[in-house]
């Protein structure tokens, strides 16, 4: 067992994963995997689409014309007329649809045929100046909403995150060694599996049950 730094281990299970033939619409991840050019290099050899975030700072290189351009996602996204945002949904949150203004940047050098690259940002409508920058990879013929519906699920995956920590104390682990560590998250996830089966079941025949309460009033005509 060596060290390894965090992107590391992702390419290393998010490619186990891939191998052992799980579907995957996107790979989501935040911006220490996101400026991982390996980690990026890894999914775009498999084909496998995915939406990044990055660093408003992170180096962006390329030719344009011959001519050698190092620039940044928030100088490019500042250049972007007022037309090149649309308002669309990063998904349901808990008080409705999560609007946001979208814009998007096509990138140079997508190595695989009938793929593209883009840069992604997207702009709270309260405040113009809070801006997240994606690095996007999928099918040329992925819309902008597709992406920005796969880029807002990590609200979702954040979500899951936060009921493990709250409800069963994913975050309460000493992590003094390997098999510990791994012994800890294997029995959290079985107990959210477990919860989330509850849940579902409940919630399946909560909708199905009759109201009992507020009966329906039968009438005939007369």
């Given at each position: 067992m060596v060290?390894?730094?965090k992107p590391a281990m992702a390419r290393e299970m998010v490619a186990a994963v891939l191998d052992e033939g799980v579907p995957c619409a996107f790979v989501l991840a935040?911006?220490?995997?996101?400026?991982d050019y390996k980690f990026r290099t890894m999914l775009e050899d498999r084909g496998q689409p995915y939406v990044l975030a990055v660093r408003s700072n992170q180096v962006l290189r390329f030719i344009d014309e011959w001519q050698f351009i190092q620039t940044d996602p928030a100088t490019l996204v500042a250049e972007l007329e007022a037309q090149a945002w649309r308002p669309l949904s990063a998904g349901e949150g808990a008080k409705g649809?999560?609007?946001y203004d979208w814009a998007r940047l096509p990138l140079k050098g997508c190595p695989q045929e009938?793929?593209?690259r883009w840069l992604l940002a997207r702009r709270s409508q309260r405040d113009p100046d809070a801006i997240a920058y994606y690095f996007a990879h999928a099918p040329s013929e992925t819309t902008l909403a597709e992406l920005a519906a796969a880029a807002g699920l990590r609200w979702t995956i954040e979500e899951c995150f936060l009921r493990a920590k709250d409800d069963l104390g994913l975050d309460h682990c000493e992590a003094r060694s390997w098999h510990g560590w791994h012994r800890h998250m294997s029995l959290v996830m079985a107990a959210a599996a477990f919860l989330t089966r509850i849940g579902a079941e409940q919630r399946r025949s909560a909708f199905g049950k009759r109201n009992e309460t507020s009966p329906m009033i039968e009438t005939e005509a007369a």
């Open positions: 060290f390894a730094t935040d911006a220490l995997y996101g400026s649809p999560r609007l009938g793929f593209a």
